[in-house]
């Protein structure tokens, strides 16, 4: 089994660009997609993020993907950041069968 | 349009088994595969396991000896028995529909359903 790692918290300015990290322990980021989900509280997670970088149809273009190898991480990078993107962001990735979501990052625009 | 929905009781006791249904609705189940994933009160997102339309099921392995996921075709419905619960059981219980493959994205979800164990 893997671990996925990621920052409890972050937080940034409006207008500010913030990058999300998720880290891997166990294996190799690159051996299976990394989707990226955001929660608002109270509701379900909607996909901001599939397949490493791909967007979904009606998620704005502030948000983007992205892998790297050599830290063995996958990050979720939002630009422009609008108070409405104040949410948790989770990653999920996979071990053959099994899935593994991160813990988790809380993000406040302030 | 796509709707998934879960049921089952809100309050288990200790020790006995929580058992949630998801029913299904505006898509045909044999394209993706069910899951269950769950969230305890003010913590992340926890995978429980998921279910082909074959009938071919995953678990968590943290879970895996006390987690059964069934499929109902007849009724479009799959369900959740997780036996001998305790307080660490109780969560929102998210049902989910993935596009199976080797990195299934999940494409729906369904609103959440509170279960405490008390």
């Known amino acids: 089994n893997f671990v996925l790692i990621q920052p409890h918290s972050v937080s940034e300015s409006p207008g500010k660009t913030v990058t999300i990290s998720c880290t891997r322990s166990g294996g190799s980021i690159g051996s299976h997609y990394v989707h990226w989900y955001q929660q608002r509280p109270g509701t379900s997670p909607t996909t901001v993020i599939y397949e490493d970088k791909q967007r979904p149809s009606g998620v704005s273009d502030r948000f983007s993907g992205s892998l790297d190898t050599s830290s063995n991480s996958a990050s979720l990078t939002i630009s422009g950041l609008k108070t409405e993107d104040e949410a948790d962001y989770y990653c999920?990735?996979?071990?053959?069968?099994?899935?593994?979501f991160g813990g988790g990052t809380k993000l406040t625009v302030l | 349009q796509v709707q998934l929905q879960e049921s089952g009781p809100g309050l288990v006791k200790p020790s006995e088994t929580l058992s949630l249904s998801c029913a299904v609705s505006?898509?045909?189940?044999?394209?993706?595969?069910w899951a269950w994933i769950r969230q305890s009160p003010g913590k992340g997102l926890e995978w429980i396991g998921y279910?082909?339309?074959?009938?071919?099921?995953y678990y968590n392995s943290s879970l895996e000896s006390r987690v059964t996921i069934s499929i109902d075709r007849s009724k479009t419905q799959f369900s959740l028995n997780l036996r001998s619960a305790t307080a660490a059981d109780t969560a929102v219980y998210f049902c989910?529909?993935?596009?199976?493959?080797?990195?299934?994205?999940?494409?729906?979800w369904g609103p959440g359903i509170l279960v405490t164990v008390s």
């Open positions: 279910i082909y339309y074959s009938g071919s099921s």
């Open positions: 989910a529909g993935a596009v199976a493959g080797s990195s299934p994205l999940i494409d729906y």
């Open positions: 505006g898509v045909s189940m044999q394209s993706y595969c």
């Open positions: 999920l990735s996979f071990d053959g069968r099994f899935w593994v």
